[in-house]
């Protein structure tokens, strides 16, 4: 509980605390005895109270699945490119594919480079600029003119 | 059976239903972001780097088809990060596939068709035909063809599944309950209802139909007993045919 400390929610709190002991001190046996002896039904608790934490548990995962639906949802965009060097587009993703398993830490799953169409090597480029697997584009092109 | 990594995957993410396998969210939760692209070269690709992932996806492909490019790539995620591959997404096949391609496929399909939600549906549906397949496709929003894989391979019944062009057979799929002595015919039988419909006009099956086994197999001993079969055609060369064996001495073991 959360709020302002007085002399009354001191003790309520220290009452809490000694049913709270009494009941986790308390013998599993003399428990269910004292259910029973209420007319309760251990059996039948136990069920509710575990379909009880599964409901809980499916809703928290849902609240999960919310979340990434919204941030799918804000990573929904449309990418426009500017005017390309296909030549060296081709080139430069030959290189990467060529190298020894290209830049560490990439993961690529697609068709060979010869295989791909200009608008593929394209875009496959951008994929690897959005990724960070190579420096922005304006740094590079700054040190090729340094160069 | 032991819980896949993907159905593993759809539970912590609290999906109870198929209309809940939202593959776009489910790749963001794992940090890969899904774009769609008129794609010359093949159906799908993924490139990832580091913790983040962009899966690209052919726009101009059927929905099934998307939805499977995207679980499979995911597989590819899962089980191959860090390593480049030649990848080609093709429909979700049981054989012929290689061993990377394979294991993405079958993650797909569970991550499409987890048992836990598959089953309870299937099991609504006493027999295996092309109508409950095509009622298990729609909930699930895969092809025919994976919905007839997934039933086939989860035992629904004693049953086959076999895919035929005109240049022969080019998969099949067996359930767990029928005998590997029963090994279909590379090429069609005249016999069979298939055939007719492989090279012929004849239009899909609607109902499986009662057929000499000898059509199907070429073991000595096929010709004591008769199976069901249905056919469809999948694509302008292809046939795709269910086959049900219901007597009991072609599912005894030898």
Redesign the interface.
């Known amino acids: 509980m959360i709020g302002k400390k007085t002399p009354l929610r001191d003790g309520l709190d220290r009452l809490v605390d000694a049913l709270v002991e009494d009941i986790l001190s308390t013998p599993d046996k003399d428990i269910l005895a004292e259910l029973k002896e209420c007319g309760g039904d251990p059996a039948r608790n136990a069920a509710e109270m575990r379909a009880f934490f599964e409901r809980s548990i499916v809703a928290a995962n849902k609240h999960r699945l919310a979340q990434a639906r919204a941030g799918a949802a804000r990573n929904r965009k449309r990418r426009v490119g500017g005017p390309v060097d296909i030549a060296q587009a081709r080139q430069r993703l030959r290189a990467i594919l060529d190298s020894a398993g290209g830049p560490q830490g990439l993961t690529l799953a697609a068709r060979k480079e010869s295989e791909l169409s200009d608008s593929d090597i394209v875009s496959m480029l951008d994929d690897l600029y959005e990724l960070g697997a190579f420096p922005p584009k304006d740094d590079e092109e700054e040190g090729e003119k340094e160069n | 059976m032991a819980v896949t990594a993907a159905e593993r995957l759809l ?6 239903d198929p209309n ?1 396998i ?1 593959l ?6 794992l940090g890969a ?3 769609y ?6 159906e799908a ?6 913790g ?3 899966i ?1 996806v052919n726009a101009n492909s059927s929905l099934p088809r998307k939805r499977f490019s995207i679980a499979h ?1 995911l597989g ?2 899962i089980y ?9 997404v093709e429909e979700y096949r049981p054989q012929g596939s290689l061993a990377a391609e394979r294991v ?1 496929d079958f993650y797909a399909a569970d991550l499409l068709m987890p048992r836990f939600l598959f089953h309870p549906l299937a099991r609504q549906h006493p027999t295996l035909n092309f109508k409950t397949v095509s009622s298990l496709a729609h909930a699930f929003r895969t092809s025919q063809t994976a919905a007839a894989i997934r039933l086939v391979e989860t035992d629904h019944s004693p049953a086959m599944l076999v895919c035929h062009s005109q240049q022969g057979r080019k998969w099949f799929v067996r359930a767990p309950s029928v005998p590997e002595r029963w090994f279909p015919r590379d090429r069609l039988d005249a016999e069979s209802f298939a055939f007719g419909i492989l090279f012929g006009a004849g239009r899909n099956d609607t109902m499986p139909r009662l057929v000499g086994a000898e059509a199907w197999f070429e073991r000595w001993e096929a010709e004591r007993f008769e199976i069901h079969e249905q056919t469809i055609r999948t694509a302008p060369d292809e046939v795709l045919t269910i086959l049900l064996l219901s007597a009991e001495d072609m599912l005894r073991g030898e």
């Open positions: 539970q912590e993410l609290g999906v109870t809940e939202d776009e969210a489910i790749a963001y939760h972001n899904v774009r692209a008129p794609l010359d070269g093949c690709r993924i490139i990832g780097f580091c983040s992932a962009i690209t790539e590819h995620w191959h990060r860090g390593k480049s591959l030649v990848c080609r993405a």
